[in-house]
């Protein structure tokens, strides 16, 4: 079974509530899709999660601060 994007990054940084999980996601998406497409944007979001994963949790916190400013929802 495969895990779902959201439960790979909430493994990593348990502190982080799903809702802004989330957010992320859907602003990464979005940022990939103005570029690729298709399968190539489901590898980017990989990418992406593996990166997101590895990031410290102050990194994180400031990759969270940014998305929030500069999404709209």
Same mark, same amino acid.
């Not at 979001?45 to 997101?52: A, R």
């Not at 949790?57 to 998305?67: H, T, Y």
């Given at each position: 079974?495969?895990? !779902?994007?959201?439960?790979?990054?909430? !493994?990593?940084?348990?502190? #982080?509530?799903?809702?802004?999980?989330?957010?992320?996601?859907?602003?990464?998406?979005s940022?990939f !899709?103005?570029?690729?497409?298709?399968?190539?944007?489901?590898?980017?979001?990989?990418?992406?999660?593996?990166?997101?994963?590895?990031? !410290?949790?102050?990194?994180?916190?400031?990759? #969270?601060? #940014?998305?929030?400013?500069?999404?709209?929802?």
């Amino acid at each position: 079974m495969t895990t !779902s994007r959201v439960d790979r990054i909430s !493994s990593v940084h348990w502190w #982080l509530p799903h809702k802004d999980i989330g957010v992320m996601l859907r602003q990464a998406h979005s940022t990939f !899709s103005d570029d690729f497409q298709g399968e190539e944007i489901q590898d980017m979001m990989e990418q992406w999660v593996d990166n997101v994963c590895r990031l !410290s949790e102050r990194d994180m916190r400031d990759l #969270l601060s #940014l998305v929030k400013e500069f999404t709209l929802d």
